[in-house]
């Protein structure tokens, strides 16, 4: 057996062992905290004194065995060196005498009958010693039996001259379970105390790598964990090199282990702060247990020098954890109570007592209603949705009264929905004859009837739409909630709406009005009549201002039409940055309907601006958060954007098998079905699947057009579908519709017009096209869209060939490759790879972007120029420069960057020529 940084210790005991031989019996008692190595120091003084020539008797205590009495004397007598006659002696007083009555006045006063026994034991272990040293060791000698210790104090005040050494473990700053032991110990003339305390920092540092620590098993996470504590370190070692971190396995144990192994007050206090907390006191902490409070304070002591408590804290979770999971289900639920009654009584916060009642599945006190309802919502607005359902539900399995449990189960409903749609609609049913029965308020009403829609749960929600409508009947012009959910509903489910043709009113919010149902109304309104430069102002605050409302399902649809609104108003930039902000932001990470809205928005965002890559992780976080399932109608914006985006990067079989995916039917029946539809005909038309291509994009347009949803910057049907009608050869049919969206007022966006100046440029003979191409990619530039520009240019590349200037067309054709390869759009690259071929141009690889980094600012204006073709007497009359100095700038670019011609220059410089032109 090892020992680790414990050698003074054992030279101590060998130097005591040195001095009881010469006759001076020693009394030592080993001091120290659980899980500090005070067992294996036996264990190899054990070793030690048997080399030595020293007989070594030897006894072991435990909690569970202190009732029995003589349980010690009976262990001794088993050893080799008693003479078996004095065993079975022994055996047979302790079995034939029943000590239920010790006496009493002196607790360490020998019973009558048991004075022959102890004084033959006594004669038989001085004579062992009289040709020997003799240690008599004790373990954990706080859970001696009551007779042994008799028998022990007995022996003790018998040491003088001889050569016995009575070793005992004990930790002497937990309060004794005898004091009469403990006092007549301390008070004994030969008394040694040997203490042991955890382990320094430094020692720590090098235990751990004797254990072979893996690195991310650091010294300061040692010492946070397990305050130096061998035994503890050794758990933690354990688990990082079994499970790579903190596991309630090996560590959770070993703490347990160090509980159980000491006093009972010990165990209390431990289970008291697993249940009360960290900032109980000790007198709170002994009503819990029925303790005195300055035994749970030496309890709390022991521990902290223990290692297994920092202050009034366990030192990680997992200690926590472990404690509370080994409370039996009865004994937990009763100090959950206990906990709950006793925070009550001294006006603690209502989440605090809340978690105790939720723990204890209690809500029987007469004050617990008021407590749920107050922590729940303190919970929601904390983002500990976990935390406000469990106390809804408990409320709602107490509450009997109507409309009271309608309105819980209300807000159950709504607060499940954040963390995932799926779990609220159990829920929708009973809401919904509830509402029918008129015990629903308006507020929730309206969120009823936005979750019976997102299930596609259309007939429940037409019947209590026109509920709702006819006890409204003249007044619903005036009734704020109805009004703002028929304005959402034109935009979003057209055919349940009945809108009325007045605008949304911007009016001040009654107190009981949900902001983001107005805020979705009035997006909705912006989308309708083509206000969307009207409404970005709010947009932007729907999205910045996310965590300051309450949040309800029409949070998620302000959140949705928002996008939809900028993206309508140019403003996709800004979007995107609000967005990312979001995205960041821990909050938005906690409620996951909320996260996968946000990346749902962020994925079509990323789609229109060109970025296949980004539009493909965010659609896939959008529904990893929530499943499909779980997504309902509303499944048709992030599916969407994931069939575009794999279709866009040629991962054709993927866009295929996500087209496959069962939707709802009810769908094609929203606003959410048009991006599937679009997205649908987008993977028919690169899969030349024309005519299927044509009929979804048709289909689109025919919605939108029905439904007064005709905006070409949301939903650019027609450009589709004029792709369409090219790839089929019908250029006439292909330029009406690019002409249509050039001419409609409410195709308002640069990006609109972009991608109808492309499709008219197609419809021309190549001698007309060149300026329509011209300002379709300035635009897009100017917008950012990525994948858009690659097409743009690969088009201007042709042009150029046609006309011989195959410098220009080599140009173009490399700048394309550029950024189809950096939006990762395979197919297109891969066209114009193909293209390449016919110009002889070749591909070199790109520069590093270290080395265009060496570059001047001036030396990269002028290579700039230079990739777009110009020449040197042109770039000098761009800067205002002579053309020496242009050359001069190029001949030091040229050495900087390993090239030796203009053609080689590496396109990523292009993107100067915007600063420089």
């Known amino acids: 057996m090892t020992l680790f940084q414990r050698e003074e210790q054992l030279r101590r005991l060998e130097e005591l062992l040195f001095v009881s031989a010469e006759g001076h019996g020693q009394l030592v008692v080993l001091d120290g905290p659980a899980g500090c190595g005070k067992t294996a120091i036996l264990g190899v003084f054990a070793e030690r004194t048997v080399e030595l020539g020293a007989t070594f008797l030897d006894a072991t205590c435990s909690p569970v065995e202190t009732p029995i009495l003589g349980g010690v004397i009976d262990q001794l007598t088993q050893h080799p060196s008693v003479p078996v006659e004095v065993a079975v002696q022994v055996t047979d007083f302790l079995r034939g005498n029943n000590f239920t009555a010790l006496p009493t006045g002196h607790e360490s006063a020998v019973p009558a009958a048991a004075i022959p026994v102890f004084s033959q034991l006594a004669t038989v272990i001085r004579n062992l010693a009289s040709e020997h040293p003799l240690v008599l060791a004790i373990d954990n000698v706080r859970h001696a039996d009551d007779l042994s210790i008799r028998f022990l104090l007995y022996l003790a005040r018998r040491l003088r001259s001889t050569n016995i050494l009575i070793l005992a473990t004990d930790d002497l700053c937990l309060p004794a379970r005898n004091l009469p032991l403990r006092a007549e110990l301390l008070r004994h003339a030969d008394f040694n105390r040997i203490p042991l305390r955890p382990l320094s920092r430094s020692n720590v540092s090098l235990l751990l790598r004797l254990l072979g620590a893996p690195p991310e098993c650091s010294t300061d996470e040692a010492m946070t964990v397990a305050g130096g504590n061998p035994l503890l370190l050794r758990a933690l070692v354990q688990d990082h090199q079994e499970f790579g971190g903190i596991r309630a396995h090996s560590f959770g144990m070993a703490l347990l282990g160090c509980v159980h192994h000491q006093d009972a007050i010990l165990l209390k206090t431990t289970r008291a702060l697993a249940v009360l907390g960290e900032h109980s006191t000790p007198a709170e902490l002994g009503l819990l247990v029925g303790e ?26 997992v200690s926590r954890a472990a404690v509370l999971e080994e409370l039996a289900s009865g004994e937990h639920v009763e100090l959950r109570r206990r906990a709950a009654r006793l925070l009550h009584d001294r006006q603690a916060g209502a989440t605090e007592i809340a978690r105790h009642l939720v723990a204890a599945e209690d809500a029987s006190p007469p004050w617990a209603t008021d407590v749920l309802l107050e922590a729940a919502e303190q919970a929601l607005f904390d983002g500990d949705q976990q935390l406000a359902a469990a106390c809804f539900t408990l409320t709602l399995s107490c509450c009997d009264e109507e409309p009271a449990r309608t309105a819980v189960r209300a807000r159950l409903a709504q607060t499940e929905w954040q963390m995932s749609p799926s779990a609220a609609a159990k829920h929708l049913s009973s809401l919904t004859y509830a509402a029918a029965a008129g015990r629903l308020a308006d507020a929730d009403r309206s969120v009823l009837i936005r979750q019976l829609l997102w299930h596609g749960r259309d007939t429940e929600a037409a019947r209590l739409l026109n509920q709702w409508r006819y006890s409204a009947g003249d007044r619903a012009e005036d009734s704020g909630d109805l009004r703002d959910v028929e304005s959402w509903l034109a935009a979003c489910h057209p055919t349940l709406s009945r809108r009325s043709s007045m605008p949304v009113a911007d009016d001040i919010l009654a107190p009981d009005t949900d902001p983001s149902l107005k805020a979705a109304a009035a997006l909705a309104d912006a989308i309708l009549r083509g206000r969307h430069q009207d409404r970005v102002d709010l947009a932007v605050q729907s999205l910045r201002d996310v965590h300051l409302r309450r949040h309800t399902v029409w949070l998620d649809e302000s959140l949705l039409l928002a996008g939809t609104v900028m993206v309508c108003a140019g403003r996709s930039r800004t979007a995107t940055e609000l967005c990312e902000g979001l995205l960041a932001d821990p909050r938005t990470r906690r409620v996951p309907t909320l996260h996968a809205t946000v990346a749902a928005v962020r994925a079509d965002l990323a789609l229109r601006q060109g970025d296949l890559f980004a539009a493909e992780s965010f659609s896939r976080e959008a529904t990893s958060l929530v499943p499909a399932a779980s997504w309902g109608v509303v499944i048709g914006i992030p599916l969407g954007c994931q069939i575009t985006a794999a279709t866009r990067l040629g991962k054709y079989e993927e866009s295929a098998r996500l087209i496959t995916q069962a939707i709802p039917a009810a769908m094609l029946r929203s606003r959410y079905g048009l991006p599937y539809l679009h997205a649908r005909g987008q993977h028919h038309l690169a899969t030349n699947h024309l005519h299927a291509a044509l009929s979804d994009f048709l289909s689109c347009g025919e919605l939108v057009r029905k439904w007064a949803l005709d905006v070409d910057a949301a939903f650019p049907w027609r450009t589709s579908a004029a792709e369409a009608w090219l790839a089929l050869d019908n250029t006439e049919q292909a330029r009406q519709l690019a002409n249509d969206v050039l001419t409609r007022t409410r195709s308002d966006t640069p990006a609109s017009r972009a991608r109808a100046l492309r499709i008219l440029a197609l419809t021309y003979p190549a001698n007309r096209r060149m300026p329509l191409l011209s300002e379709s990619l300035d635009i897009f530039e100017e917008s950012g869209d990525r994948f858009e520009q690659a097409r743009v240019l690969g088009d201007l590349s042709q042009i150029y060939f046609t006309k011989g200037d195959s410098r220009r067309a080599r140009l173009l054709l490399r700048r394309a490759l550029h950024v189809a390869d950096m939006c990762g759009a395979r197919p297109q690259y891969r066209e114009l790879l193909s293209a390449s071929g016919e110009l002889g141009e070749t591909c070199y690889p790109p520069i590093a972007n270290e080395r265009i980094g060496t570059l001047t600012a001036s030396e990269r204006r002028v290579a700039s120029l230079a990739v777009m073709g110009h020449t040197n007497r042109e770039i000098a009359h761009k800067l ?27 396109v990523e410089l292009w993107t100067e020529t915007t600063k420089t032109g």
Do not use: C, W
């Open 292 to 317: 005195d409070a300055d035994a749970v304070d030496g309890a709390i002591r022991a521990m902290n020098l223990a290692g297994m408590l920092d202050g009034s804290a366990f030192r990680s979770p």
């Open 880 to 906: 205002y420069v002579t053309p020496s100095t242009v050359e001069q700038h190029l001949t030091r670019a040229f050495r900087k960057l390993g090239v030796k011609r203009r053609k080689d220059l590496p």
